[in-house]
Nanobody, 119 residues
Framework: QVQLVESGGGLVQAGGSLRLSCAAS????????MAWYRQAPGKQRELVAVITTIGITNYADSVKGRFTISRDNAKNTVYLQMNSLKPEDTAVYYC?????????????WGQGTQVTVSS
């Protein structure tokens, strides 16, 4: 079993910055791609950013140029640096990881962290 624990959410004014972290713990696993999703009230969960094991990244159009995803493979941790935040970025942010464990692939989710951007 792998656990993803997120941190770094909170309340920030528009134009401000936050940095989210997500650390994976467990034993006998390797992490493949990692990603951040978000879900605003009344909306579907959407992909925000994804990063592969070798650092290739992709972003939703709505966050390009403002958000940066990165990872520390030695720490099994993925980060999301969010700059120039807008009220429409308000959502619960979820960490997602593809994991290989005992030669099988699994997908894990974090518990979510609230990001609120005030205007």
């Amino acid at each position: 079993q792998v656990q993803l624990v997120e941190s770094g959410g909170g309340l920030v004014q528009a134009g401000g910055s936050l940095r989210l972290s997500c650390a994976a713990s467990g034993s006998g696993f390797s992490i493949n791609a990692m990603a951040w999703y978000r879900q605003a009230p009344g909306k579907q969960r959407e992909l925000v950013a994804v990063i592969t094991t070798i650092g290739i990244t992709n972003y939703a159009d709505s966050v390009k140029g403002r958000f940066t995803i990165s990872r520390d493979n030695a720490k099994n941790t993925v980060y999301l640096q969010m700059n120039s935040l807008k009220p429409e970025d308000t959502a619960v942010y979820y960490c997602n990881a593809g994991v290989t464990q005992s030669f099988k692939r699994y997908e894990y989710w974090g518990q979510g962290t609230q990001v609120t951007v005030s205007s």
